[in-house]
């Protein structure tokens, strides 16, 4: 089984940046993707940025050129570095985790508690 635990969120006013962790931990052989996901009150969850294999980025065209997600995989842990954040950035984000079992078996979407952003004058 997989845990995580993120950080950093909190408010901030436009044009400001937020930098968010997650941290995953467990019985596992390896961690195959990380990301995070955010939804707004009245809104679908969307992705927002993944890493896969610690190495390939994958962005929400939303926020190309203002987020940048890294790694370490040593430690199992992915960094969201939100600049430029906008009143529509608001949102719950949640670390999301693909994982492979010490069995070889891929498991998907563990989610994390969340952690709020919110962005306002």
């Known amino acids: 089984q997989v845990q995580v635990v993120e950080s950093g969120g909190g408010s901030v006013q436009p044009g400001e940046s937020l930098r968010l962790s997650c941290a995953a931990s467990?019985?596992?052989?390896?961690?195959?993707?990380m990301g995070w996901y955010r939804q707004a009150p009245g809104k679908e969850s969307e992705l927002v940025a993944r890493?896969?294999?610690?190495?390939?980025?994958h962005y929400a065209d939303s926020v190309k050129g203002r987020f940048t997600i890294t790694g370490d995989s040593a430690k199992n842990t992915v960094y969201l570095q939100m600049n430029r954040l906008k009143p529509e950035d608001t949102a719950v984000y949640y670390c999301?985790?693909?994982?492979?079992?010490?069995?070889?078996?891929?498991?998907?979407?563990?989610r994390g508690q969340g952690t709020q952003v919110t962005v306002s004058t």
């Open positions: 890493l896969i294999t610690f190495e390939t980025t």
């Open positions: 467990g019985s596992f052989s390896r961690i195959n993707t």
């Open positions: 999301n985790v693909d994982w492979v079992t010490a069995e070889g078996r891929y498991q998907y979407d563990y």
